[in-house]
């Protein structure tokens, strides 16, 4: 894997792009001198972690023939306080699916994702942070 990261103002902003030509921008805050003009990297991370494990639970479940009309992540972090650097202590996650779903089906894709196959979770884990998670079906709990 090769990504590039290019400087394109006088300040924080910079374009990240992937071998396939992909590309995100990112910046830092204003309160950081930054113009706020694109994705925070520990954003990002947790945006990583939300496209890893979507994509893990919806190939999961499409092989059980599972019909996913809707599907969302909502994904809330909390950085330890006072520390540099400033890691991930705590993300919680709420798996949001629409459709014909078994909950069962939907739970076990979820657990699996999470605790075997998505790499940034385990990346997060090792690194201290706590990950928990709930889903919702058809807005059910």
């Not at 204003?30 to 990583?48: D, E, K, T, V």
Request: aromatic residues 4%.
């Amino acid at each position: 894997m090769k990504i590039e990261l290019k400087r394109i103002d006088d300040a924080f902003n910079m374009e990240a792009r992937d071998e396939d030509g992909h590309t995100v921008l990112m910046d830092a805050g204003s309160a950081s001198g930054g113009r706020n003009a694109g994705i925070r990297p520990m954003q990002m991370l947790l945006m990583g972690l939300g496209g890893c494990s979507a994509i893990d639970i919806l190939l999961i479940l499409k092989k059980q023939k599972q019909v996913v009309t809707d599907f969302r992540i909502s994904i809330e972090g909390m950085r330890e306080e006072g520390k540099e650097p400033s890691l991930w202590k705590e993300v919680t996650l709420v798996f949001h699916f629409t459709g014909m779903v078994e909950k069962e089906k939907a739970q076990r894709a979820v657990d699996l994702s999470m605790k075997k196959y998505c790499s940034v979770a385990a990346t997060l884990e090792k690194a201290g942070a706590t990950l928990t998670y709930t889903i919702r079906l058809n807005d059910q709990i």
